[in-house]
Structure formats: C-alpha cells, structure tokens
C-alpha cells in the first residue's frame, strides 16, 4: 500500500462496546486462521509448482483468491461484481481508498498487485506480498527500461499487473488524477503489441448510519484501530467492483492520454455508483 493521501480530515474510530470486542473476536481470530492456513498452503503448493512451472504460478493464486473471498465473507462485507475481468495478457488500474482493496480486487480476479520497493520490508504484509508474487518496483523514471523489462517477463507468464495510478489511497469520496508514469512501459515497443489494460472501479458503501468514509483508510489512520472498527461493526456494508472494456495498448500512442481515458472511465463508474 502506498503513502496515503491527506487533504481530508482523519476519521477518529470508534469507541468499541462489550458486543463490538466480541464481534471483533469472532471475526478477527478466524480471520488470522485464515490468513495462515492459506498462506501454509500457498507455499507448499508453491514448492511443488515451482520447479515445473517457475515463476508461472498456475495454481497458487487460486488459494489467493479462495482466502480473499473467505476473508470478505469473515469481515461481513458484501461483495457485487459488474462486467467481466478480461482474460488476456496485460494489467488492471484502479482507484485505491482501502487496505480492504487487497481482499476485494484478489477475490475475483487472477492479479498480481505493483507496489513501491519499500513494501518488501513492511511487518507481516511485506511477507505476504512476496508470498503471493507482488512485482516490487522503484517509482522512478530514471528506471523506466528496468520496468519494460520486468513487466515484459512477467506478462510473458500470463500475468495480468495491478497498480494503483492514484498512488495513494484516499477516503473512498473521490478519485484522484492518475498519475502516468508506470504507463510508460505499457506503451513501449517491447509490450505494447500484446498487452491491454483494464479499468476497474472500486466503491465502498458504509454501513447504515455509518460516515461514508468509513472503509476508507488515508492520512496517518493506523491500521489496527481500523482493522477493529471494520471486525467490531455489529453489520457491515457492501462494496461494488465494476469492470469496464480493456483498452488495447495498440491503439495509444501517448501515456498521458491514456492515463485521462482510464482515469475518467473510473471516475465516472466511481460517481455513478456512489450514488446508488
């Protein structure tokens, strides 16, 4: 996860009643479990996959995404997918407002999420990145030909990338302008001829009576007093995930052009379902 943006005044959680420590509990520890388990099971699946398969991974992201859709299920959040996830090579954009994004865009989708080089030494979810095959990356354009080749390798296993163009995570009310620079290699000769990238748009929905920004995590919020107003909330809400028409790389020319175009298909999905 990336710095996050600041602009809006933090939420302060909640105070956490008798019922919402119980609750908490009752979620969180199978939640642990969870994470656990799947992770054991990742990496013995990964022991017998690597020498055959490599870096391809044809099996393992299964038990991601197996682990993601149960932990939404223990976090109480209702998940509703609009459109189809494109099956053909290339990566996926989207506005980021939330840890959360992790399970959500895992759950359906074979991905593997782009993420700033100092993930890897994050406690715990740099573990988990590296588990799970998170492409670690210098936000550099001075590493640009480093990024072509990287990607390039990893498309030509049938990866489909994940990043963040927003590259940070804001309160779930807004989209922020897209920022190009990972599109850059997108568009250079080595990938352009086999890649597309889809938009894909993510709203939270507070529960009832909740502030709207409740799932959004942004600013100096730490996670584990959020983590414990999202397992605490006697009934939590729901997020929508719409994905929108690919867009072939083969027909852009101009980075900043296609960062507006993704940019404003999310945007407008992004506005339209904050609505419903």
């Known amino acids: 996860m990336s710095v996050t943006w600041s602009d809006e005044p933090e ?52 038990i991601t995404q197996v682990v993601c859709r149960l932990g939404l299920m223990l976090l109480g959040l209702d998940l509703r997918v609009h459109g189809e996830s494109m099956q053909m090579p290339g990566a996926v954009v989207a506005n980021h407002s939330s840890w959360l994004d992790i399970f959500v865009l895992n759950a359906r989708k074979r991905i593997y999420f ?37 990607f390039k390798e990893r498309l030509g296993f049938g ?30 000769v080595q990938i352009r001829t086999n890649a597309h990238i889809q938009p894909v748009t993510v709203v939270y929905h507070a529960p009832h009576g909740k502030d709207p920004r409740f799932y959004g995590f942004w600013g100096d919020m730490e996670l584990a007093g959020h983590l414990l107003q999202v397992l605490g909330t006697r009934k939590n809400g729901s997020v929508d995930v719409v994905y929108s028409p690919p867009l072939n790389m083969q027909d852009w020319t101009d980075r900043k052009q296609l960062a507006l175009e993704l940019e404003e298909t999310v945007r407008y999905e992004f506005k339209r379902l904050s609505k419903s």
């Open 11 to 62: 939420l302060t959680p909640e105070r956490l009643g008798p019922i919402g420590w119980i609750l908490a509990a009752l979620r969180g520890i199978p939640l642990i479990l969870l994470l656990l388990i799947g992770l054991i099971i990742h990496g013995l699946i990964r022991l017998i996959e690597r020498p055959f398969f490599g870096p391809r991974r044809p099996v393992s992201p299964t």
């Open 114 to 150: 782009v993420a700033k080089s100092e993930v890897k030494g994050w406690p715990g979810i740099g573990w988990l990145a590296r588990a799970t095959g998170t492409v670690f990356i210098k936000r550099d354009r001075r590493d640009a030909i480093k990024h072509i080749n990287t």
């Open 159 to 188: 990866h489909r990338l994940l990043f963040f163009p927003e590259g940070t995570s804001t309160d779930n009310q807004r989209v922020l302008p897209f920022k190009t620079t990972l599109f850059a290699p997108f568009l250079s």
